[in-house]
């Protein structure tokens, strides 16, 4: 059974940045898709950004796109959010997620694995 870990969330201001981590093992890291989603009270569940382990191809939402990068980080089997111009509308428990697929989109229906979460709070 695979397990994601993240971490890095925390409490900022507007404009600010934040680094979430997710570490993924007893997992096929080589094959797979990772992906960043947040929910928020009253709002939609949203996929935020993915990361194809095998092509390292990324896709983000429109929402967070120009402002947040997805990364990974092969030798630690980690994914890293950079989340720079942080808005009070960012803030969410933010959840890691993966499937054994590599072509895999900001779906959640798709992911099998989830990590706990992490909360980001934006506010000044």
């Known amino acids: 059974q695979a397990q994601l870990v993240e971490s890095g969330g925390g409490l900022v201001q507007p404009g600010g940045s934040l680094r979430l981590s997710c570490t993924v093992s007893?997992?096929?890291?080589?094959?797979?898709?990772i992906g960043w989603f947040r929910q928020a009270p009253g709002k939609v569940f949203a996929g935020v950004a993915c990361i194809s382990t095998k092509y390292g191809v990324t896709t983000y939402a429109d929402t967070v796109t120009g402002r947040f990068t997805i990364s990974r980080d092969d030798a630690t089997n980690t994914v890293y959010l950079q989340m720079n111009n942080l808005k009070p509308e960012d803030s969410a428990l933010y959840y890691c997620?993966?499937?054994?697929?590599?072509?895999?989109?900001?779906?959640?229906?798709?992911?099998?694995?989830w990590g706990q979460g992490t909360q980001v709070t934006v506010s000044s």
């Open positions: 007893k997992f096929s890291w080589d094959v797979a898709t």
């Open positions: 997620a993966a499937v054994k697929n590599p072509t895999a989109r900001l779906w959640r229906y798709q992911y099998d694995y």
